[in-house]
């Protein structure tokens, strides 16, 4: 069994020989709050077939967390075929598999080891998550195993989960705060079949999908080096890792199978749209803002725009709210290799104040000093380190960090890593991010309610 194995750092400052001198800020906000806070720490294990494993042991930890990180997502399924990583995900959860030949037979099985399995698609990856008790921790890591790599499609669970899915597409399109976006990102890429196209799917492309399609995508995507899996547990399941799960893992048969790329985006020039919809009692917006060219070690900076813009009594965001321009206002982002889009969308009383807001958030972030100020911007950073490492507290949390790190960057998540890197951003690259995001000559605002408001 081939396994090579890497450890984190135990001490906080104990890499590259730096101390303490050199993060004055983290340095102080750590001994202040978190003087006795205990690092997650990571064991990669890669196994000889390609699979590549994080192991999180956990301090008083009552179960066991395992999260499937399958690294295709819709961004990457055929052009013509949308929603078909959305389908394939369905049919992981709902199949039969080599040793549970019915679907009677795995209800039977989850029933007697308890805990719970679910899944989540987005644009880069399909995701399999579970929870298990830790007597049961051996037979939960074979069902997954099975479901991912043994499932065997059938005639019927596929006509039950297209209906299914038709069913979720349907309920999107009945929440405006969901539709305001998907049409946020359908206006705003130039390609009908661009890479930030719906992952869900439409109605009628979810009706077109072939049995066969869907079985030459999974042949394609579903195998040991396009699978991370990221495990938490107590320290005591080490032995077990080592000597029960990785050995199963590792009789998956490898297969070498070409990366699959991401579909063409282009971003469109901005325009003004409003989409009537006479059932609405109030005005939903939205309004996007695309990055290219784009790195990954960017998105750490985006991430504080975020508390900066929403998180501090004096932020942005919370001056729209206070002034009554809106009811609710969000920002939020999404990144690919090479580009990525940053938005906010909220809902308001009507089509005039939309105008109002978009002119007081640029104005005022963009010529008005009083509205980032260094202080602020401490205060938005304290906040972000705060709750990252809160996050890390949480075993299902943790977990999700470690696999979307893994997709983004193909290196393991180091956390006192992350700390370091959100500390280092400074004032200076915020005020250049934020000129570089607003200051385009024309935002392309989305309305969505009824006309005459």
Known sequence: MAVERKGGNNSFFGQDGESEAVFPLIYLF???????????????????????????????????????????????????CAGLAHFLEHL???????????????????????????GEIDYHRIKIEANFPLENLIEGVQLVKEMIFFSKFRPEIIAAERQRIIQEIKSREDNPSVKILDLLYEQRAKE??????????????????????????????????????????????????????????????AKSQPVLPYRKTTFTSSQRKHYPQPNLQEIYFGCSFPMTPFSFAEELKLDL???????????????????????????????????????FVGHTENLSKVEEIFYYFKKNLLENPLFLTPALFQQAKEQYLHFSLVDFESPAIFSHLVGEHYIKNKEIFDP??????????????????????????????LTMGETKK
């Open 30 to 80: 750590y001994m202040k709050t978190f003087s006795n806070y205990y690092f997650p720490k990571i064991q990669a294990y890669q196994l000889s077939n390609g699979l590549t494993i994080a192991w999180n042991p956990r301090q008083e930890i009552n179960s066991f967390y395992l999260e499937a990180f399958i690294q295709t997502g819709s961004a990457q399924e055929p052009s013509n």
């Open 416 to 445: 006192q890593l992350k700390i370091r890197e959100i500390n280092r951003i400074s004032f200076d690259q915020v005020k250049t991010l934020i000129t570089k995001l607003f200051s385009q000559q024309h935002m392309d605002i």
């Open 305 to 343: 725009l975020h508390y900066l813009l929403n998180y501090t009594a004096t932020s942005m965001l919370s001056k729209i709210r206070e002034n009554g321009l809106a009811y609710d206002v969000s920002t939020g982002h999404f990144a690919l290799s090479r580009k990525a889009f940053f938005y």
């Open 192 to 253: 009908k079949e661009s890479a930030f196209r719906n992952s869900v799917g439409t109605e009628s492309s979810i009706n077109k999908i072939t049995p066969d399609e869907l079985w030459k995508f999974y042949q394609k995507i579903i195998h040991p080096s396009n699978v991370f899996l990221v495990m938490s547990g107590p320290f005591s399941l080490k032995q077990d890792i080592e000597t029960k799960i990785i050995p199963s893992l590792e009789t998956i048969e």
């Open 92 to 118: 992981l959860l709902f199949s039969p598999t080599q040793s549970f030949p019915t679907t009677e037979s795995i209800s039977r099985f989850t029933a007697r080891i308890g805990g719970w399995i679910d």
